[in-house]
T-cell receptor, first 113, second 112 residues
Framework: GENVEQHPSTLSVQEGDSAVIKCTYSDSASNYFPWYKQELGKRPQLIIDIRSNVGEKKDQRIAVTLNKTAKHFSLHITETQPEDSAVYFCAARKGAAGNKLTFGGGTRVLVKP | DADVTQTPRNRITKTGKRIMLECSQTKGHDRMYWYRQDPGLGLRLIYYSFDVKDINKGEISDGYSVSRQAQAKFSLSLESAIPNQTALYFC???????????FGPGTRLTVL
């Protein structure tokens, strides 16, 4: 089955700096890659996603990039703010919309003021 | 607002006890999932259901069973709880036309 690896497991950045989280996946048939954010004590929520026919997607201060050849994708957060402190999960899915997701191990991001 | 709810939110039980975690949703979604969250291991899929008559094992189904009582309800059971099942359990829902999964608030389970 699909395997998703996520690095780093923890990331500490100064407020205003950028943060990058990387994920690799094993199944070349995967075609959808979401990112979920989980604030302390809260439920995970989708923040951005990318499909295999797109190389990059941006939404304000966050962006995702996808390299299908290398089978990896990354989350970029620019101008980090304290409210960006959370655990971030990447995931991969193959097949049709609504199929199950395989999640990475998560990255705990701490933004220091 | 349409939501996903879980009961109980916290539970402490003893080794060998049977326990049931319940999930309900008012989103009208057909697909429901049970995940387990452990530090450093992310969200691991236990079971999932694409409709009332469709139940599938996830990557870590051993020691767990599920029941889809209705489109809106999906229960997870631990027939004989053991300490390494201590974790945070999340239910999630989605529909067949979109990929976004909506998570419940989680159930923190401790097995002594």
């Amino acid at each position: 089955g699909e395997n998703v690896e996520q690095h780093p497991s923890t990331l500490s950045v100064q407020e205003g700096d950028s943060a990058v989280i990387k994920c690799t996946y094993s199944d070349s048939a995967s075609n959808y890659f979401p990112w979920y954010k989980q604030e302390l004590g809260k439920r995970p929520q989708l923040i951005i996603d990318i499909r295999s026919n797109v190389g990059e997607k941006k939404d304000q201060r966050i962006a995702v990039t996808l390299n299908k050849t290398a089978k990896h994708f990354s989350l970029h957060i620019t101008e980090t703010q304290p409210e960006d402190s959370a655990v971030y999960f990447c995931a991969a899915r193959k097949g049709a919309a609504g199929n199950k997701l395989t999640f990475g191990g998560g990255t705990r991001v701490l933004v220091k003021p | 607002d349409a939501d996903v709810t879980q009961t109980p939110r916290n539970r402490i039980t003893k080794t060998g006890k049977r326990i049931m975690l319940e999930c309900s949703q008012t989103k009208g979604h057909d697909r429901m999932y049970w995940y387990r969250q452990d530090p450093g291991l992310g969200l691991r899929l236990i079971y999932y259901s694409f409709d009332v008559k469709d139940i599938n094992k996830g990557e870590i189904s051993d020691g767990y069973s599920v029941s889809r009582q209705a489109q809106a309800k999906f229960s997870l059971s631990l027939e004989s709880a053991i300490p390494n099942q201590t974790a945070l359990y999340f239910c999630a829902t989605s529909d067949s036309t979109t990929d976004t999964q909506y998570f419940g608030p989680g159930t923190r389970l401790t097995v002594l």
